[in-house]
């Protein structure tokens, strides 16, 4: 099985040293993803902050050659827990119907005092 290192021309620049995500046989692995843009941190109302991280997301999956639809397991990092209503009440309008599997927990603090990160797991098998 070969990895394919996959960085998205259009998404926010890395924080670090990794990949936006990576391909390995039919699975795309995304990293952890924030309100980040070319500009900087999009710090603003959790609301704002998360809509920006799934902008992000649609990015760098788009560059995998894949989209939300294809996730099939979500790991949400809230900064704190107090959000989570209102990170499902947001994540519902992007997930509808056929959900992934998904984990979601308070971390002690995220990178440039972010209020949530994402990362997921996408398939891009044909099904056959």
Known sequence: MQKQCVNATDGPPAKGPYSHAVIAGDFVFVSGQGPFTAQGVAYGTFEHETRVTFANFEKVLAAAG????DIVKVTVFLA?????????RIYQE??????????????????????VEIEAVAWRGTGD
């Open 66 to 69: 894949c989209g939300l639809k």
């Open 80 to 88: 704190d827990m107090n959000d989570f209503a209102e990170f499902n």
């Open 94 to 115: 992007y997930f509808t119907t056929d959900c992934p599997a998904r984990s979601c927990v308070q971390v002690g603090r995220l990178p440039l005092d972010i209020k």
